[in-house]
């Protein structure tokens, strides 16, 4: 095996036990960059000469004696609204064409102290204002879509053109570019991992995470970005509890939450039946599977939308107003449709939240967590606008990305995605598990458990 193609788990027992040194890992990733990157386009700059010194650093570090944790000497990615001192952040759009970070983002300054090697800024659908992230293509099929807007970091883990990378979710921007490029992909808990220093698209629904291979990767990088942080109004000073992956798969006694309602309604078959088999494995590992009834689905797209667009709207006032020619079309359109809402709807759609996030968290107190599709549909042809279900009804594909996602970022509870199958084309299916606020130690230890049942996952042969 390849050492780009290793898990961050087990590129860090090597690089600990010196079988594997960060100089070899960097350069192994930095090859794989070169092949893939012509054609699917994960990246907005690549960062190798910075990536082959701090791997030397990072080398030299450790045969001293002064070794950091398990990121150490471990390749990544940053998406592209993440500030990184003296490089740009692009946020993919030409509005930013000549930005230059002046200082870290905590979360590039925790990942640094970690001793993580940053390879380069992945693509996002500009300003993350998007689903579909079109300037990247899908890991498994270069025809598809790779999903957003966290699209260029989920490609980047799915080819083995990073060890693991971090997203922002502020709809499903994480989960659903990882479902459809089947990696793991963790939202968590609103105000867990700070954001200050990452360009906001709506402040009150923004998350940060990580996207990997495997879920106790996901732990790995979780544990080092989680605690507060004075400037994100938001950031927690609570932290979830610390995960410890476990050795043998046994859920005994845990109540899975299974939806009656929504979370199945207007879904590909081979996604819901790829999902029904998972939950159904998760049976078999001793979880008690309980019907849910998911709570007010009416209000769930008018209260993402009503929240999210003229926040975002908010935020490039100046931009747009100054330099509108600069964005692409589709963000443009939806940023000027802000300037049309009423402050009457924004505050309907906070009370909205409000009432929802009471909702689910009573909903949540009859299970230890919820099993649900990730997104309705694997990944569609790109350009594809619109999906057609089989009662004849049509839904724009942005919708239906974003339909099963966005209920965690209204009420602010940790989701995590991981793959549980393939539809009859190969492309990724992803599921989603979502657990009471700060219960992310739960969602990955169930998520371990299911993949430990699982032949090890291939990467896509990009």
Known sequence: ????????????????????????????????????????????????????????????????????????????????????????????????AHHRARADSTVAARLAAAGAILVGKTHTHEFAYGLTTPQT??????????????GGS???????????????????????????????GLKPTYGVIPRHGVTPLSWSLDHVGPITRTVADA?????????????????????????????????????????????????????????????????????RLVEVEIPMTRYIQATQWGLMVPEATAYHEATLRTIPQRYRADVRILLEAGELMPAGDYLRAQRSRKLMQQEWIRMLREVDLVAAPTVAATAVEARQETITWADGTT?????????LSSPANITGIPALSLPVGHDATGLPIGMQ?????????ILLRVGHAYEKTQPIRELAQA
């Open 1 to 96: 095996m390849q050492p780009y193609a290793l898990t961050l788990g087990a590129a860090a027992a090597a690089i600990r036990s010196r079988q594997l040194s960060p100089v070899e890992l960097a350069d192994s990733v930095l090859e794989r960059i070169e092949k893939v990157e012509p054609h699917l386009r994960a990246y907005v700059t690549v960062t190798a000469e910075r990536a082959r010194q701090a791997a030397r650093a990072a080398e030299n570090d450790i045969a001293a004696g002064r070794y950091h944790g398990a990121l150490h000497g471990i390749p990544m990615g940053l998406k592209d609204l993440i500030d990184v001192a003296g490089l740009a952040t692009s946020a993919s759009s030409q509005v930013r």
């Open 137 to 150: 293509a899908n890991a498994w099929h270069p025809g598809r879509v790779a999903g957003g807007s966290s």
């Open 154 to 184: 989920a490609v980047a883990v799915a080819a083995g053109a990073a060890t693991f990378t971090l997203g922002t979710d502020t709809g499903g921007s994480i989960r659903v570019p990882a479902a459809l490029n089947g990696v793991v």
């Open 219 to 287: 732990a790995l990088v979780l544990a080092a970005l989680a605690g507060h942080d004075p400037r994100d109004p938001a950031s927690r000073n609570a932290a979830p509890a610390p995960y410890t992956p476990i050795i043998n798969p046994n859920l005994t006694g845990l109540r899975v939450g299974v939806p009656r309602n929504y979370y199945f309604d207007h879904i590909d078959p081979e996604v819901e039946a790829a999902v029904r088999r998972a939950i159904d494995q998760l049976q078999s590992l001793g979880a």
């Open 395 to 403: 839904e724009a594909v942005s919708d239906t990305y974003v339909r």
């Open 433 to 441: 598990l979502l657990g009471t606020p700060l219960s992310e130690d």
